[in-house]
């Protein structure tokens, strides 16, 4: 009943009574706010979602006393950003009031509900060196401490759609219906990763729904200029840079050739 993340959110709150915006993002298969297996674009046909709803508000005063904010930001696909990473050492990692899983609101009283994650990293990285500001932030409700992950998933009542393995994957995407496939290829598997790293390394973002788009417009791409325009087409609000966009093309020519 659902195809997208944002749909999702409306049948857990359809379910459990509460409104779609207090999920604040998903798991799989482990109820602890767990960056490494947050829901993104595909969900296994034998996994377990766990949801993330809103705790405690706070409003943090932070010195930007380096560039780097040392934040890693990503996207829960319905309209918030949230912290996914904090470097140590870094300036975040000496605000203890910051947390990964923490939503980001509001930036000196500008709302940020609604802006998408790299819109979010590109004000955080604009902010001048020696500037002070006020971030509101708000963190999952800590209501599973002590209940460790699954050890595997749980069948789909009646096991999987006709045609595919218990394997089986839903992949969700932002724009247009999800699909049902066999799980990700190894290449996939392997050109999303880089891809994804990538994103983190030239924008701040991690998005693994984005790194997989990115991976199939490059798959038949012929060169960097032909990926810089399937990306333009399908991505532009992006604005992604050149050097960013060769890079992706060195990623998945490597990712084909079972290169690490």
Same mark, same amino acid.
């Given at each position: ?85 904090? !470097?140590? @050492?870094? *300036?975040? #990692? /000496? ?11 509001? $930036?000196?009283? &500008? ?38 992950? !699954?050890? @595997?998933? *749980?069948? #789909? /009542? ?11 994957? $839903?992949?969700? &995407? ?87």
């Amino acid at each position: 009943g659902f195809g997208n993340v944002r749909e999702l959110y409306g049948k857990i709150g359809e379910a459990f009574g509460i409104p779609p915006s207090e999920v604040l993002f998903c798991t799989l298969n482990t109820p602890q706010v767990d960056m490494e297996k947050l829901l993104g674009g595909q969900i296994g046909l034998e996994d377990f979602i766990f949801a993330h709803t809103r705790g405690r508000q706070k409003d943090v005063q932070v010195l930007k006393s380096e560039e780097a904010l040392g934040l890693t930001i990503t996207d829960n696909g319905a309209g918030y950003a949230f912290i996914k990473r904090i !470097r140590e @050492g870094s *300036v975040m #990692a /000496r605000t203890p009031q910051v947390g990964v899983g923490d939503v980001l609101e509001a $930036l000196d009283g &500008r709302s940020l509900v609604g802006t998408r994650h790299f819109e979010v990293a590109r004000l955080l990285q604009e902010l001048p060196r020696g500037h002070r500001f006020r971030l509101r932030l708000t963190e999952p409700r800590r209501a599973w401490d002590g209940v460790g992950p !699954r050890s @595997g998933g *749980v069948s #789909a /009542r009646g096991g999987p759609p006709q045609g595919l393995s218990g394997r089986g994957t $839903l992949r969700l &995407r932002s724009r247009g219906p999800a699909t049902l496939q066999e799980q990700p290829s190894a290449f996939e598997e392997r050109a999303v990763a880089k891809v994804d790293d990538l994103l983190e390394s030239y924008m701040g973002i991690r998005d693994s729904e984005l790194a997989a788009t990115m991976v199939e417009l490059g798959r038949d791409a012929r060169d960097p200029d032909a990926l810089a325009e399937a990306l333009d087409a399908q991505l532009g609000d992006f604005a992604f840079p050149d050097e960013f966009v060769f890079d992706v093309w060195g990623a998945i020519g490597d990712a084909k050739a079972g290169r690490c």
